[in-house]
């Protein structure tokens, strides 16, 4: 018997599924948690079924504001991760495809202003440990201790998914995205107690076909996530957070950018088994303060992880 806390062995088998969980879904759409950045064996595979439940001001994207709607999406995600040996870190590339509906009125005079569904815009990821989780195999696995680490995580959103012109609201972007996020992760009971910090960027394209032929343009969003999380059972977690953005100033046609966007969410989070080789992730978040002009978005998340 024990005392209920994870034994080394439970804490390693508790790793093995969260790897690139980041990646699922429209990036900056979803509910985030502690440990969605977390070692496996190389020579694996990871399929990560996602759905986020999103009510805001926002577009599908939550950086594009319009303060006037009221935005109700549902997106559900299908991502392909490959686990390999880089240069002796882990990591490895990864592909999000997204299928969202969106319903979108307006505040003022109750009139719909987009109600569709269709894929998204696509995502390309690609995530290498700095350090703390050397590249190993299945057997080598077994025996390894969970430690402090940091790694790397870029996503290139494309402007591949569906895009009215004349709309107020839109479920693809229509326009390039790039985001690097930094995550540095801090153990000290082998794996039973995380503290998670995420300071990300996300650059911005323009978007040259914004109200029929204007161009919108956006400065780059600067992110910072604090997690806190705890093992409760076998493989089971539970997590609290704080979610802070700043930046994001839009531009139409040259004209004088609008205010930057400010934000503060409170993030809730749980990880559990599933079946073999399989892991579920449940998350919620909450704006708690905002500047005028910023994105307000309560978020609901279901993930299913399988290793194979």
């Not at 882990?90 to 269709?118: E, N, R």
């Not at 540095?184 to 323009?206: E, K, L, M, N």
Request: with cysteine; net charge neutral.
């Amino acid at each position: 018997m024990n005392d209920g806390r994870p034994t080394p062995t439970s804490a390693r088998r508790a790793l093995a599924f969260a790897l690139l969980a980041l990646a699922a879904g429209a990036p900056g759409a979803h509910a985030q948690s502690g440990r969605l950045f977390l070692s496996v064996p190389y020579d694996s595979n990871l399929a990560i079924l996602t759905y986020n439940g999103v009510r805001s001001n926002t577009w599908l994207d939550e950086a594009l504001v319009v303060p006037t709607s009221e935005s109700r999406s549902q997106t559900e995600s299908l991502v392909y991760s490959r686990i390999m040996n880089v240069f002796g870190r882990t990591g490895g590339p990864g592909i999000s495809i997204p299928y969202s509906s969106l319903l979108s009125y307006d505040k003022t005079t109750g009139l719909v202003q987009q109600d569709a569904s269709a894929v998204a815009d696509p995502a390309l990821t690609f995530d290498v440990n700095l350090f703390g989780a050397p590249a190993l195999d299945a057997e080598q696995f077994k025996t390894f201790v969970p430690r402090t680490y940091c790694g790397i995580h870029l996503t290139l959103g494309t402007p591949w998914g569906s895009y009215d012109p004349v709309s107020a609201t839109n479920i693809g972007g229509n326009r390039w995205t790039y985001k690097a996020l930094l995550n540095y992760s801090i153990t000290w009971d082998q794996g039973a107690s995380w503290v998670d910090f995420y300071p990300s960027v996300r650059f911005f394209g323009d978007n040259d076909e914004y109200q029929r032929d204007r161009t919108l343009s956006q400065s780059p969003i600067y992110g910072l996530e604090a997690h806190y999380s705890r093992t409760v059972a076998k493989r089971t977690w539970l997590s609290g957070g704080l979610i802070g953005s700043a930046g994001g100033r839009v531009e139409v046609d040259g004209q004088p950018p609008g205010d930057a966007q400010q934000a503060l969410k409170l993030a809730l989070g749980a990880g559990f088994p599933t079946w073999p080789g399989g892991t579920g992730i449940l998350a919620y978040s909450h704006t708690v303060a905002r500047s005028e002009g910023s994105p307000r978005a309560d978020t609901f998340m279901i993930q299913l992880i399988h290793k194979f």
